[in-house]
């Protein structure tokens, strides 16, 4: 079976989904509402699981090439600099960190060219007959499936699921940012030797985590989640603000934020989505954080979109019909991203809780070095062993 999809967003999960589509012998138009596909966004880290989604699509060695071994698991720390648990020399870490653009960059480029038209705001759709009508400012256009990767405040998901409630605030915030670390003592070129102040770490304060990975270019991610009482609570200036919460926090911490330019310090409320009650309907479907956003402590939103889009080409391909395709779909993401969901959602709440975070500081201290390690390991949890269906071998087109 072959057709043409129009994807709505060219984040991550939409490329991934074009990609996917391109691999299975479909054509895909990506229409998304920014003027230009750039770099946005601060980093992020990718598992076992994600990384091997993206060897199907056939982008894993271009997307290897771009990420950085991250020990942050490995090296748990208190704010006064303590280790809990400490990565050693030569150990082995299943953790890639990227910059959010470069691995955006790795699907683009395997994207056909004119397949995304960027500078188009989706505003409504509107199903009949065995396809899919979605209308912009001024034009329309119409596919054998929709698929919806907007992201968290999804459109589609607000026109097709209008009973859906929107995305749920979780008390929690973040600021994140890319610093530049060849200013920064143990700088660039020491950070894939563990251990060291840049090869990764999460330092666990009572309500509050600072996440640090390293990334390409002499680079480092950086990311500080914590409590909020509400949404939407802005300081006009950002960095000051995150500078001034973390500045008795250990070394590299204050360096780190000081080596941030002013304008790359961002700001993000957390918010997830309760469990939807399915992925499609009619001929849309959902992937990405239009279908499971969820909050960012599992490191999987992105690698979980990844797998969406090899899992719904998978069931294009396999099922003689779209809508026993989309129907697989649904079945075989909605209970895992949802536990994905859930499982993050939990967790977000043991590390902002200061009770909560003296009890996983006492079992992670009073956990054998050699336990903790096999926890972390690449096939150290469930998320991280999965395996995507396979894909036929890339499909050209004109
Ligand atoms: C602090 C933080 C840390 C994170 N860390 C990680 C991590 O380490 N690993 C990981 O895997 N994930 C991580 N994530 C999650 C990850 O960023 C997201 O899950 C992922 O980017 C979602 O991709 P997406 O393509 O579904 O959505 P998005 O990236 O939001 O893309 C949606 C696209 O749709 C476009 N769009 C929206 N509306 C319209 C419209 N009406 N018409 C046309 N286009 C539209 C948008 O402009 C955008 O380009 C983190 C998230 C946060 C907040």
Redesign the pocket.
């Known amino acids: 079976m072959s057709g043409h999809a129009i994807v709505?967003?060219?984040?991550?999960?939409?490329?991934?989904a074009a990609v996917a589509l391109r691999r299975i012998g479909w054509r895909a138009t990506v229409?998304?509402?920014?003027p230009a596909?750039g770099e946005?966004?601060?980093?992020?880290?990718?598992?076992p699981n994600?990384m091997r989604a993206l060897d199907e699509l056939g982008v894993g060695e271009q997307a290897r090439a771009e990420g950085v071994p991250s020990y942050s698991a490995g090296n748990l720390r208190l704010p006064d600099g303590r280790h809990l648990q400490r990565a050693r020399r030569g150990d082995a870490t299943p953790l890639l960190?990227f910059h959010?653009a470069d691995l955006h960059r790795v699907l683009l480029q395997a994207v056909p060219v004119g397949w995304v038209r960027t500078g188009?705001?989706?505003?409504g759709l509107r199903q009949g007959g065995d396809g899919v009508t979605v209308t912009?400012d001024g034009g329309e256009a119409s596919a054998d499936l929709v698929i919806g990767?907007?992201?968290?405040?999804?459109?589609?998901r607000r026109v097709v699921w209008p009973d859906v409630p929107p995305p749920r605030f979780l008390g929690r915030t973040?600021w994140?940012g890319i610093a530049d670390i060849s200013a920064i003592p143990g700088g660039p070129g020491v950070h894939t030797t563990p251990p060291d102040e840049l090869s990764g770490s999460i330092t666990m304060g009572p309500s509050g985590y600072f996440l640090i990975?390293p990334i390409s270019r002499g680079r480092a991610y950086w990311?500080f989640?914590t409590t909020a009482d509400r949404p939407d609570l802005r300081y006009g200036q950002e960095k000051p603000e995150v500078t001034r919460r973390l500045a008795a926090w250990h070394h590299p911490i204050p360096a780190l934020i000081a080596a941030t330019p002013d304008e790359a310090v961002l700001h993000?409320d957390?918010r997830d989505l309760d469990p939807l009650p399915t992925y499609i309907r009619g001929r849309v479907a959902l992937?990405?954080?239009?279908?499971h956003?969820?909050?960012?402590d599992?490191?999987?939103?992105?690698?979980?979109?990844?797998e969406d889009a090899v899992v719904l080409a998978a069931a294009l391909h396999a099922e003689p019909g779209i809508d026993a395709a989309l129907a697989r779909y649904d079945a075989e993401r909605r209970p895992r991203t949802q536990a994905t969901a859930r499982g993050a959602r939990a967790d977000g709440r043991r590390t902002t809780s200061p009770a909560a975070h003296r009890a996983l500081v006492t079992m992670i201290r009073l956990m054998p070095a050699p336990l903790w390690r096999k926890g972390i390991a690449a096939d150290g949890n469930a998320t991280w062993r999965w395996r995507p269906p396979r894909l036929p071998e890339a499909t050209t087109h004109a």
């Open positions: 709505i967003g060219g984040g991550i999960g939409g490329l991934a229409l998304e509402r920014a596909l946005i966004g601060a980093g992020m880290s990718q598992a994600a960190a959010r188009m705001e989706i505003t912009w990767a907007d992201g968290i405040h999804s459109t589609v973040a994140l990975h990311a989640v993000i957390i992937l990405g954080d239009a279908a956003a969820m909050s960012p599992r490191g999987q939103g992105a690698g979980q979109s990844i």
